[in-house]
């Protein structure tokens, strides 16, 4: 048990669907994060989180949506995708910059694109 | 751009010895440094932080360092154990240093396999 809950575990979705990813955190942090981690690359920093400031990879394509309502939950929306967006996509937390704390991951969404 | 290398994909050791891992970057000065751990299927699970301070950080089997001026850090596991095979992965920090939300920036991982 991490205390990053994410689901689903596995979603396979055609190339027209429409779908969100879920992330909730146990931990009382402020801040969370979206990572792709795609086969022999490095994890993909994508979006970052918390209720005063967000920060987003502005190489990310926006048939990527995220959604933060709480300090507890994330969601990442998905329209359109393509085949090379299939990696697992994973969620994390953290409390806020300047106290130097390591993030806690979640155990990811494994996504595949028909 | 910023650039973190990390020095294989692969290393295979003898269970007892010494495993070193190796962390390279370039183009910046990080605050600080942090080394993860991830099992296939699993995420990453955090080990150790060291800041630019620190020249060595220790836990229980497990030591960094850092040199800021080689930008390098290397990641130590003393009395390997098979159990201590998995992919490790550096990530630094690449905010600015106003800023409240951490950016980590990860190396690819060097797959560690300790065999008995």
């Known amino acids: 048990e991490t205390g990053v809950t994410q689901t689903p575990r596995h979603l396979v979705m055609g190339m027209t669907n429409k779908k969100s990813l879920k992330c909730e955190q146990h931990?009382?942090?402020?801040?969370m994060y979206w990572y792709k981690q795609s086969a022999k690359k490095p994890l993909e920093l994508m979006f970052v989180?918390?209720?005063?400031?967000?920060?987003e990879n502005n190489s990310v394509p926006s048939r990527f949506s995220p959604e933060c309502p709480n300090s507890s939950h994330l969601f990442l929306h998905l329209h359109t995708l393509q085949p090379e967006d299939s990696a697992l996509y994973l969620c994390?937390?953290?409390?806020?910059?300047?106290?130097?704390?390591?993030?806690?991951f979640g155990d990811g969404t494994r996504l595949s694109i028909l | 751009s910023q650039k973190i290398e990390q020095n294989s994909e692969a290393l295979n050791i003898q269970e007892g010895k010494t495993a070193t891992l190796t962390c390279n970057y370039t183009?910046?000065?990080?605050?600080?440094l942090q080394w993860y751990r991830q099992d296939p299927g699993r995420g990453p699970v955090f080990l150790l932080l060291?800041?630019?301070?620190?020249k060595e950080k220790r836990k229980e089997r497990l030591k960094v360092t850092f040199d800021t001026t080689l930008k390098q850090s290397l990641f130590h596991i003393t009395a390997s154990q098979p159990a201590d095979s998995a992919t490790y992965l550096c990530?630094?920090?690449?905010?600015?240093?106003?800023?409240?939300?951490?950016?980590?920036?990860f190396g690819r991982g060097t797959q560690l396999t300790v065999w008995p």
């Open positions: 994390a937390s953290s409390l806020i910059r300047g106290y130097d704390q390591p993030q806690h």
């Open positions: 931990l009382g942090h402020n801040a």
């Open positions: 989180y918390s209720l005063e400031e967000r920060v």
């Open positions: 183009n910046y000065s990080p605050a600080y």
């Open positions: 060291i800041r630019e301070n620190e």
């Open positions: 990530a630094l920090d690449l905010a600015d240093r106003g800023s409240t939300l951490g950016r980590l920036y």
